[in-house]
């Protein structure tokens, strides 16, 4: 059994920054074939990826939205056991729980695994 567990969260103003962190245990994944990803969700609000990461075929690609691009950088460490999110310029409305997830089908579609949120909010 893969288990996610987030950290690093808080309380910034804006144009702060926070780094966020995803820590894996249990059943390990392939490093080099799996789909990771940082979502967040605000109350009353729909889910939404914020950063993905999909190591494939001895390549490793990076995702954003618009909302983050620029801003928020996602890695890991090596050996993988670790997934972070650097955020910068933290604005109010990045205020939400943040998740972290995992597809080890490496498709960043479906993702299995999801750890339990760390919060984050950010003071105008």
């Given at each position: 059994q893969v288990q996610l ?9 804006a144009g702060g920054s ?107």
């Amino acid at each position: 059994q893969v288990q996610l567990k987030e950290s690093g969260g808080g309380s910034v103003q804006a144009g702060g920054s926070l780094k966020l962190a995803c820590a894996l245990s249990g059943d390990t994944y392939n490093p080099n074939f799996v789909c990771m990803g940082w979502f967040r969700q605000a109350p009353g609000k729909e889910r939404e990826v914020v950063a993905s990461l999909k190591r494939r075929g001895g390549r490793t690609s990076t995702t954003y939205p618009d909302s983050v691009k620029g801003r928020f950088t996602v890695s890991t460490d090596t050996p993988w056991n670790t997934l972070y999110l650097q955020m910068n310029n933290l604005k109010p409305e990045d205020s939400a729980m943040y998740y972290c997830a995992a597809d080890p089908r490496a498709t960043c579609g479906t993702f299995d695994h999801w750890g339990q949120g760390t919060q984050v909010t950010v003071s105008s």
